[in-house]
C-alpha cells in the first residue's frame, strides 16, 4: 500500500532515497545515587566519555570533503576545544563527587548552568555558542547512555545519497548536508520563503516543508519518493509508481538540458524590451552554477551565510576574501553585496532555542542589528568598499523601514572612507548604495526614499511577511502566503512607479521574482529587473523572452483590481497564456 503525505513543495525536484531522521527525540536523564566507594569508577567513565567524543569528532574532522564552502573543521573545532573546557572537564567532576550522582545527572546539572551563563549574555556569538555546547553536552550524554551520536557534526554516512527528515533544519545544517550529498529534505515546520526554503532551492535539493507529523509515518532506512514540484512524500510505493518517478526525474533533467540552449541567447521581450535578469547567491562557491546558466551578474548576495557554523564572527580580511572571489567569478560582471541581514531563522539555530525578541520578525534584525552593533558591521562595510576597487560592486541594506537608519549608515560610511584613505587602500568613491524594500512602509514611501539612494531592489519575502501579516517560516499560516494578493501587487506596482519617477534603478530579488507563475505579472508592473536563484534563472529567462509586453500591463492592471482570490488566479492564467 502506497501511503502519500502533503507538504509544501518549496524545491522543485524528484528524489528518491531512504529516510534518514535528523531530530530523534530528547534523551531522557534520571538520578541515581553512586555509593561513595563507586564515585572513583563514575568519574572514570565520564572521563572515558569525554575521551569518546574526542574521538568521534576526530574521526568527522578527518572525513570532511576538501572544498567545502563553510568551514566544517572550524565548527567541528569548536566543539573539540569545548571538550577541553574546564566547565566540562571539571565541573561534572565535581558535581559527582559532592552529590553522589551519576555521570549523566551531573551533566545535566552542568548544563543548566551553563545555559544561565549563555543566556544572561548580550553577544549574538555567545549565544551562537551556546548551540554549539548544546550539541557537545548532548554528544557526551549519548555516550554516557550508549546511545549513537547525533548527527550534530553530520557524519557523511548519514546522509550521503539520504533524505533528510526533521522538524526543522537550520541553514547551517543544510549547507553541511549538501556536502555530504543529501537528495532530499523532508520538515515537520517551515514555510515557502523560510531560509531553509531558500536555501534548499539554490542548492538545488528537492525540498517539502509543513510535513506535520511525518515521523508518525516514517522510520529510518525506509525508502520513499519525495515530489518537491508537488509537495507530495510516497512510502511503500509499488514498481509502477517508482517507475513513473524515474521517469518524471528523467523527464526534468532533460528540461534542464533543453533549458541550457537558452544560455546564450540575449534577454530580450519579444517586442524587444531588455530586461535585465541576474542571480542570488549565498556563498562565493554558487558562482560556479551562476556561470554555468551564463547570468549577468549577481542581484542578491546574502552575507550572512559568512557567519556561520563558526564561533566568532568573520573579520574584515575574510569577508574581502570572500566577496574578491565572486567578483573574481564575474570577470566584469556587477555584483550587489547585500550587508548582513541575521536575526531571524538565518544565523540562530532551531525556532525554540532562539534567545532573541518575542517576535524577531520585528526585532533586532539586519539594518538594526548592524547598527545597533558596530562592532559586527564594520568590518564588513570595510570589506564592501575595499572589494569596490576589484570590481563592479553595488551595497545593498536589508530591511531598512526609516530615514534614520540611511543617515546613520551614510556617517558610518564617511568615517570608514576616511579611515581606507588614511591607510591608502583603495576604494570606489562612487560605490552605489541601495536599499531592500521589504518593509511596506520603505514600498508605501518609495518616492521619499529613493532619492537618497543610488538603487532599490523589492524583497518580496519579507515584504509578503510583513504585509499580509505573516511569520514566512510558519507553516501554520502558510496557507495565507500569496504573492498574488492585491496588496502586495499594489505595494510592488507603487515601489516600482515611484523609483521610476525618481529615475532610481528598481530590481526584484524576492523569491517571487524567480517563480515562474509571476513573471509575466511582474513585468506587466513595470519590473524590468529580476534577480533570482540561480536554479530558476534559464527558467524565468524562458518566459521573458517569450513574453509580449504589450498586453500584460493591461492584464496586471486589471489584476490589481480584483479581490477574489479565483479570479485573480483566473486572470492570472490569462496572463500567463498570452
Ligand atoms: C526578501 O526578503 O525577499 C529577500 C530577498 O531577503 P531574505 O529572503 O534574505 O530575507
Ligand atoms: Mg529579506
Known sequence: MTLTVHGIGVSKGIAIGKIHIFNPKEIEIHQYCIPQQHLEDEIDRFQRALVTAHDQLRQARAKVPKHSSVDIVAFIDAHLIMLEDSFLTRGPVELIQSHQ?????????????ILKIFEQAEDPYLKARKMDMEQVINRIQRILLGQPALSVTLEETAFSKNIVL????????????HHYGVVALVTE?????????ILARSLGIPAI??????????????????DGSRGVLLLGGDETILHYYQQRRQAQ?????????LKSAPIVTKDGVPIILQSNIEFPEDMRTVKEVSSEGVGLYRTEFLFMNRSSPPDEEEHLEAYLQVIRALDGQPVTIRTLDIGLDKLEGKKVERPLASNPALGLRAIRLCLKDQKLFKPQLRAILRASAAGQVRMMIPLVSSFQEIT???HILVEIRKELKQKSQPFDPDLPIGIMVEVPAMAICTDLFAPCVDFLSIGTNDLIQYTLALDRGDDAVNYLYDPAHPAVLRLIKMTIDAADQCNKPISMCGEMAGDGRYVRLLLGLGLRSFSVNPESFLEVKQIIINSQLAGLTHLATQILETGAHADIMALLERLNRH
Open 101 to 113: 550522582c551519576n555521570a549523566e545527572w551531573a551533566l545535566k546539572l552542568q548544563h543548566e548552568s
Open 166 to 177: 526533521a522538524n526543522d533544519l537550520n541553514p547551517a545544517e543544510i549547507i553541511l548536508m
Open 253 to 261: 533533467k532533460d528540461r534542464r538540458i533543453a533549458l541550457s540552449a
Open 189 to 197: 515546520s517551515g514555510g515557502e520563503t523560510s531560509h531553509t526554503a
Open 209 to 226: 516543508v509543513g510535513l506535520r507529523h511525518a515521523p508518525r509515518y516514517l522510520q529510518n532506512n525506509e525508502t520513499v519518493i519525495v
Open 408 to 410: 546613520q549608515l551614510r
